[in-house]
């Protein structure tokens, strides 16, 4: 990670004028990448599993892994990820989540306009990034991500675990896999904290391979037990 000096006082208005450029980047155009003939049975991506801020804040941590992995720079310093991208989607500086929005639409929201306006921010040239929408991913597709060294983002509403457990879709990043498309594995990094016993991933026969929230699970499992019905792949810089 490119180390920056943490900047202070920063203008709500300079937050206006890059929410304001959300809308001008496109997504990719139809996949077209030269797949080679052998698959390896295991690949991974350097991401490492980061906890949501706060509860609800999956879009945040899965922001802050995915921008991480491609360098872009967090507004306030390395020890304020998540409320950096919290404040762009606001526009406002204080830390709080977008009212009205989804963990997707918050997700697809920072791939659309974050990196060129962070660049920008730091008087670099901006960077767009790249991106397609999908809703499930075919086995082939999604160890195609992972080889190409593309995370993708999976929208997913696993069942809740307890009482206090408020339910709805989040969204999780898969950084590898294990296997081939006929005994498929996805490497999940999943922000929510579960306690022991609580533990969706578990109960669906995954195993946790970090504290901090990843895990390898079976690529039905994960589309059944997980529900995945949603996608933002190929993100990637332009």
């Not at 900047?7 to 077209?32: N, Y």
């Not at 698959?39 to 490492?48: G, M, T, W």
């Not at 606001?90 to 962070?118: D, R």
């Not at 929230?213 to 690529?219: A, R, S, V």
Request: aromatic share 10%.
């Amino acid at each position: 990670m490119i180390s920056r000096v943490v900047r202070t006082g920063f203008a709500a208005a300079a937050l206006i004028a890059g929410a304001a450029c959300l809308s001008a980047f496109s997504p990719a155009p139809a996949r077209a990448d030269n797949v080679p003939d052998v698959l390896p049975s295991h690949a991974e991506l350097d991401i490492p599993a980061i906890a949501e801020k706060e509860s609800g804040w999956s879009w945040a941590a899965v922001g802050q892994m995915v921008m991480d992995f491609y360098n872009i720079p967090p507004l306030y310093g390395a020890e304020n990820w998540q409320c950096s991208l919290a404040d762009y989607l606001t526009g406002v500086q204080a830390c709080e989540a977008p009212k009205g929005m989804s963990a997707e639409q918050a997700s697809l929201k920072l791939i659309q306009g974050y990196p060129a306006f962070a660049h920008k921010f730091f008087g670099e040239d901006p960077v767009v990034m790249r991106y397609q929408q999908h809703k499930v991913l075919s086995p082939i597709d999604a160890i195609h991500e992972i080889r190409f060294e593309r995370p993708f983002i999976a929208v997913v509403q696993p069942p809740k675990m307890t009482d206090t457990d408020k339910g709805g879709n989040a969204v999780v990043l898969v950084v590898g896999y294990q296997g081939g498309p006929d005994d498929l594995k996805l490497i999940v990094n999943d922000p929510r904290t579960y306690s022991v016993g609580a533990d969706p991933y578990v109960d669906a026969g995954a195993e946790k391979i970090d504290v901090n929230g990843q895990y390898t699970i079976g690529y039905n499992d994960f589309v059944q037990q997980m529900k995945w019905t949603g996608t933002i792949d190929w993100i990637k810089p332009q």
